[in-house]
């Protein structure tokens, strides 16, 4: 028989949501009236923009006519779609890059997923604790982790940087040599981001030590303050160090549409076997053009009606809806005591459970006392226990059932 990647089998289940369906099933078989509502999965509630609709039937019918009829498309995006980015998302910031640095994708998860099959496989790796788990799942994938460890509950080989309460959820510098940090802003799941000032320490790290940064930067336009950096490369000398990603996922309802992009500056460079110095833009274009065959005109058509007058406005009335909906949870739930973080400039609140409850009971008992599912914060790392999170993208008339639902429970 042919033998199988062995590195799949040093992955732990996809115990997270999984055991949440799980839980959440038995408890509507045993109460089948219950009123169930979910603030768990982070996906979005809300329909596309007008102007993206708009957009995308205008790219359908231009399918439908010989003459505009579009096949393949280039592997990288279109340039009415990267001119877009980087005209809205960039240059408005002062911040130049050019059009062969931008990848269009279908999603940043595909994204932050493949891009370490670009490094070497004994890259070690450094990710914050709570993570999202593809950071991880994918090192894991590629052998970059070593064995579990059922006690502690880590990978041996993955460098894993703490971010509690204790330190207001900014993780410390790696204390031992990383060659790749996943760093992700407006975090999921705390919701937590670092002013410019804290962004820059990481930046001049990477450059002292020469490591990259892969900023996962999919909840930018749920940013609000002001000292918050919308892209790291407003960080001086970002540019040698950094990758960014970005997705239109969250911002306008593309969860089901599907794009996302990827910025790949071409002042960034690895090493090769040899010690020579290689561009790890010219890399990721071989990966991307071998391995992917771009996104469709219509999603590429509608992703690019965001940046005109009209999506703008519909965008920034999308991520207020949602934001708001972030306000009356994290007022709701501080108002009764509970020590509640993020849902400023990110979609998510993470609390800290009451009575030093672990995450799972906390689970259990919102979701038999109130109804409410959420996402226990352990599943998403060993630091994340004794924490929970609830997201802001149910809908408003939920959103508030749910606020005041946990306020009158005795916690
Ligand atoms: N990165 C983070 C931190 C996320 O939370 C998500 C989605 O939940 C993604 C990336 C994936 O986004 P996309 O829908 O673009 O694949």
Same mark, same amino acid.
């Given at each position: 028989?042919?033998?199988?990647?062995?590195?799949?089998?040093?992955?732990?289940?996809?115990?997270?949501?999984?055991?949440?369906?799980?839980?959440?099933?038995?408890?509507?078989?045993?109460?089948?009236?219950?009123?169930?509502?979910?603030?768990?999965?982070?996906?979005?509630?809300?329909?596309?923009?007008?102007?993206?609709?708009?957009?995308?039937?205008?790219?359908?019918?231009?399918?439908?006519?010989?003459?505009?009829?579009?096949?393949?498309?280039?592997?990288?995006?279109?340039?009415?779609?990267?001119?877009?980015?980087?005209?809205?998302?960039?240059?408005?910031?002062?911040?130049?890059?050019?059009?062969?640095?931008?990848?269009?994708?279908?999603?940043?998860?595909?994204?932050?997923?493949?891009?370490?099959?670009?490094?070497?496989?004994?890259?070690?790796?450094?990710?914050?604790?709570?993570?999202?788990?593809?950071?991880?799942?994918?090192?894991?994938?590629?052998?970059?982790?070593?064995?579990?460890?059922?006690?502690?509950?880590?990978?041996?080989?993955?460098?894993?940087?703490?971010?509690?309460?204790?330190?207001?959820?900014?993780?410390?510098?790696?204390?031992?040599?990383?060659?790749?940090?996943?760093?992700?802003?407006?975090?999921?799941?705390?919701?937590?981001?670092?002013?410019? $000032?804290?962004? !820059?320490?990481? %930046? #001049? =790290?990477?450059?002292? /030590?020469?490591? *990259? +940064?892969?900023?996962?930067? @999919?909840?930018?336009?749920?940013?609000?303050?002001?000292?918050?950096?919308?892209?790291?490369?407003?960080?001086?000398?970002?540019?040698?160090?950094?990758?960014?990603?970005?997705?239109?996922?969250?911002?306008?309802?593309?969860?089901?549409?599907?794009?996302?992009?990827?910025?790949?500056?071409?002042?960034?460079?690895?090493?090769?076997?040899?010690?020579?110095?290689?561009?790890?833009?010219?890399?990721?274009?071989?990966?991307?053009?071998?391995?992917?065959?771009?996104?469709?005109?219509?999603?590429?058509?509608?992703?690019?009606?965001?940046?005109?007058?009209?999506?703008? $406005?519909?965008? !920034?009335?999308? %991520? #207020? =809806?949602?934001?708001? /909906?972030?306000? *009356? +949870?994290?007022?709701?739930? @501080?108002?009764?005591?509970?020590?509640?973080?993020?849902?400023?400039?990110?979609?998510?609140?993470?609390?800290?459970?009451?009575?030093?409850?672990?995450?799972?009971?906390?689970?259990?008992?919102?979701?038999?006392?109130?109804?409410?599912?959420?996402?226990?914060?352990?599943?998403?790392?060993?630091?994340?226990?004794?924490?929970?999170?609830?997201?802001?993208?149910?809908?408003?008339?939920?959103?508030?059932?749910?606020?005041?639902?946990?306020?009158?429970?005795?916690?």
């Amino acid at each position: 028989m042919t033998s199988i990647n062995q590195n799949y089998l040093e992955l732990q289940g996809s115990y997270l949501f999984s055991e949440i369906a799980k839980r959440r099933t038995k408890f509507i078989q045993e109460n089948p009236n219950a009123e169930i509502i979910s603030l768990g999965i982070g996906d979005v509630t809300r329909g596309l923009p007008d102007a993206v609709l708009k957009a995308m039937h205008g790219a359908v019918d231009e399918l439908a006519a010989p003459g505009s009829f579009r096949g393949y498309g280039p592997e990288q995006g279109y340039d009415f779609l990267i001119n877009a980015i980087i005209e809205n998302d960039y240059k408005a910031r002062g911040i130049d890059i050019a059009t062969n640095e931008v990848f269009v994708s279908d999603g940043s998860k595909c994204d932050v997923g493949n891009i370490q099959e670009i490094f070497s496989e004994n890259s070690i790796v450094a990710v914050q604790d709570p993570v999202y788990p593809v950071y991880v799942d994918t090192n894991v994938m590629a052998g970059r982790s070593g064995k579990y460890n059922q006690e502690t509950k880590r990978y041996e080989n993955i460098a894993y940087l703490s971010c509690t309460a204790e330190n207001d959820f900014k993780p410390s510098l790696p204390d031992r040599k990383v060659d790749i940090i996943y760093l992700c802003y407006p975090n999921n799941p705390t919701g937590m981001t670092l002013t410019k $000032e804290e962004l !820059k320490v990481w %930046v #001049d =790290y990477a450059k002292a /030590n020469n490591c *990259i +940064i892969l900023y996962d930067s @999919a909840y930018e336009a749920f940013i609000q303050e002001e000292d918050v950096p919308h892209s790291i490369y407003e960080i001086e000398g970002a540019k040698e160090v950094a990758i960014e990603f970005r997705s239109f996922s969250k911002t306008a309802g593309f969860t089901g549409v599907r794009c996302a992009y990827t910025v790949v500056p071409r002042e960034l460079k690895g090493l090769d076997a040899a010690g020579n110095e290689v561009l790890i833009n010219d890399l990721w274009n071989r990966r991307h053009t071998t391995k992917f065959n771009g996104v469709s005109y219509v999603t590429q058509r509608g992703a690019a009606a965001i940046y005109s007058e009209e999506g703008r $406005e519909q965008i !920034k009335a999308l %991520v #207020d =809806y949602y934001m708001t /909906n972030a306000g *009356i +949870i994290r007022d709701g739930l @501080a108002s009764i005591g509970l020590e509640v973080f993020g849902g400023v400039n990110a979609p998510y609140i993470w609390l800290k459970t009451p009575g030093g409850m672990d995450s799972w009971s906390f689970f259990d008992k919102l979701l038999s006392e109130a109804n409410i599912v959420g996402t226990p914060g352990v599943g998403f790392g060993q630091s994340g226990q004794g924490y929970f999170r609830l997201t802001a993208f149910g809908s408003r008339e939920n959103t508030e059932k749910a606020v005041e639902r946990i306020r009158k429970l005795s916690l």
